[in-house]
């Protein structure tokens, strides 16, 4: 790959999500958004390598897909108010400079969430347009097969398009039934950003950071919402340890290696915050908060030895009740070994594994090795832990799994 093809590849995967948010603001049509964003894409390509990067790239692929938008609407002679308008639009803005509009990529998010969708085409769809990520990354985070993420999108747009849906922030009163959706992608592409389905990296902290800036505007948005509360309290906690998360040389550090002095004590404090706040709220903790209680619990222990893992294991027990997850039986699972000992979190990981629960995912196997080498059981563990480095997709995960099993 050429220094000109890498500098499109990072300046789309920074960009591309304000750029369809744009387009898809201006011309009012998702799906002719995003043609006109890839058409941008491909002339990037062909210039660039020949021309240079542009001093502000992110602009030069807007004013390109504002003129593709143009010749479209030429093509299809429908030159009326709106392509006078952009004309004039793009001719003030070309060198402009880059500007990102939070709102755009908000008001994408709620687009996306329409109530005409099911939560899983909502979810897809969102994961594919905002965060970037293509349908296999979005299978893997999802734990559904490649086929049924691409049948979901194509689904979601064409359903889309049929019902004429405006691209634009509904009205308050509208908020409620599309707000679940909302902040489902918004924790499921914080959770890529926390731990990458795939990839060289172990994190990816501008998707993590673009979840959480999200969340903040949420809540901005509606302060007095729960669940909103609880999901931005969650992330904060989650990210206040990302700086300790990463070793010198990008390897991962797991929560009990961690250097608790390098956790952003600030952020820990916004997070707590706003968990304060969900709570009085005063209509009991939702999924989020249950989380974000966690995390807390997390956050505030001085080491691994000395956290209140029975807490931990009750608000576990209470997030199984009121949102049943195989990943989230599998975290009380590993809460509950350091509870009651690595012999009952193996029972519940046995009992797990009986359902066919997380079957092709690394997360079951390698909890497993875990346990297992705990109780000593060096050649089990060995053989659990190559079986979750095969599954893994990450690089940085399998080379961690890799190297325990060697261990053993």
């Given at each position: 790959?050429?220094?000109?093809?890498?500098?499109?590849?990072?300046?789309?995967?920074?960009?591309?999500?304000?750029?369809?948010?744009?387009?898809?603001?201006?011309?009012?049509?998702?799906?002719?958004?995003?043609?006109?964003?890839?058409?941008?894409?491909?002339?990037?390509?062909?210039?660039?390598?020949?021309?240079?990067?542009?001093?502000?790239?992110?602009?030069?692929?807007?004013?390109?897909?504002?003129?593709?938008?143009?010749?479209?609407?030429?093509?299809?002679?429908?030159?009326?108010?709106?392509?006078?308008?952009?004309?004039?639009?793009?001719?003030?803005?070309?060198?402009?400079?880059?500007?990102?509009?939070?709102?755009?990529?908000?008001?994408?998010?709620?687009?996306?969430?329409?109530?005409?969708?099911?939560?899983?085409?909502?979810?897809?769809?969102?994961?594919?347009?905002?965060?970037?990520?293509?349908?296999?990354?979005?299978?893997?985070?999802?734990?559904?097969?490649?086929?049924?993420?691409?049948?979901?999108?194509?689904?979601?747009?064409?359903?889309?398009?049929?019902?004429?849906?405006?691209?634009?922030?509904?009205?308050?009163?509208?908020?409620?039934?599309?707000?679940?959706?909302?902040?489902?992608?918004?924790?499921?592409?914080?959770?890529?950003?926390?731990?990458?389905?795939?990839?060289?990296?172990?994190?990816?902290?501008?998707?993590?950071?673009?979840?959480?800036?999200?969340?903040?505007?949420?809540?901005?948005?509606?302060?007095?919402?729960?669940?909103?509360?609880?999901?931005?309290?969650?992330?904060?906690?989650?990210?206040?340890?990302?700086?300790?998360?990463?070793?010198?040389?990008?390897?991962?550090?797991?929560?009990?290696?961690?250097?608790?002095?390098?956790?952003?004590?600030?952020?820990?404090?916004?997070?707590?915050?706003?968990?304060?706040?969900?709570?009085?709220?005063?209509?009991?903790?939702?999924?989020?908060?249950?989380?974000?209680?966690?995390?807390?619990?997390?956050?505030?222990?001085?080491?691994?030895?000395?956290?209140?893992?029975?807490?931990?294991?009750?608000?576990?027990?209470?997030?199984?009740?009121?949102?049943?997850?195989?990943?989230?039986?599998?975290?009380?699972?590993?809460?509950?070994?350091?509870?009651?000992?690595?012999?009952?979190?193996?029972?519940?990981?046995?009992?797990?594994?009986?359902?066919?629960?997380?079957?092709?995912?690394?997360?079951?196997?390698?909890?497993?090795?875990?346990l297992l080498a705990r109780?000593?059981?060096?050649?089990?563990?060995?053989?659990?832990?190559?079986?979750?480095?095969?599954?893994?997709?990450?690089?940085?995960?399998?080379?961690v799994l890799l190297a325990?099993?060697?261990?053993?």
């Amino acid at each position: 790959m050429s220094t000109a093809d890498r500098a499109v590849e990072a300046v789309w995967r920074i960009e591309s999500a304000r750029i369809v948010a744009t387009l898809a603001r201006m011309t009012g049509d998702l799906g002719l958004a995003e043609d006109m964003a890839q058409e941008a894409l491909v002339e990037a390509l062909e210039q660039w390598p020949a021309s240079g990067t542009p001093r502000n790239p992110g602009a030069w692929l807007t004013a390109v897909a504002k003129r593709r938008t143009i010749d479209s609407w030429r093509r299809r002679e429908r030159l009326d108010d709106r392509y006078r308008m952009f004309a004039h639009d793009l001719a003030e803005t070309a060198d402009a400079d880059w500007e990102p509009i939070p709102d755009d990529l908000l008001r994408l998010v709620f687009t996306a969430c329409h109530p005409a969708l099911s939560r899983e085409s909502q979810a897809a769809l969102t994961l594919r347009v905002v965060s970037g990520l293509t349908t296999e990354e979005i299978a893997r985070l999802l734990l559904v097969p490649v086929p049924t993420i691409q049948a979901r999108i194509s689904r979601a747009k064409k359903t889309l398009a049929t019902a004429q849906v405006p691209f634009e922030t509904p009205d308050p009163a509208e908020w409620a039934p599309r707000l679940g959706g909302v902040l489902g992608v918004v924790y499921l592409l914080f959770t890529e950003g926390y731990a990458a389905t795939s990839g060289p990296e172990w994190m990816r902290p501008d998707v993590a950071a673009e979840a959480l800036r999200l969340g903040r505007v949420l809540a901005g948005l509606v302060p007095r919402e729960p669940e909103v509360l609880g999901l931005l309290a969650l992330m904060e906690l989650q990210a206040s340890r990302f700086g300790a998360r990463r070793g010198p040389d990008g390897e991962p550090v797991l929560l009990a290696d961690q250097d608790r002095s390098r956790w952003d004590r600030a952020q820990i404090g916004r997070g707590r915050a706003a968990l304060i706040r969900a709570d009085a709220a005063g209509r009991g903790r939702g999924a989020y908060a249950l989380q974000a209680g966690i995390a807390e619990q997390h956050a505030i222990a001085p080491s691994i030895a000395s956290t209140d893992w029975r807490a931990i294991v009750a608000l576990y027990d209470a997030l199984v009740r009121l949102a049943p997850n195989p990943v989230v039986e599998l975290n009380r699972a590993i809460a509950l070994s350091m509870s009651d000992g690595a012999e009952a979190g193996l029972a519940a990981v046995d009992a797990l594994a009986a359902t066919g629960a997380l079957t092709g995912s690394h997360l079951l196997p390698s909890v497993r090795g875990e346990l297992l080498a705990r109780l000593g059981r060096t050649e089990e563990a060995a053989e659990a832990l190559v079986a979750a480095a095969a599954l893994a997709t990450n690089a940085r995960t399998r080379a961690v799994l890799l190297a325990k099993a060697a261990l053993r």
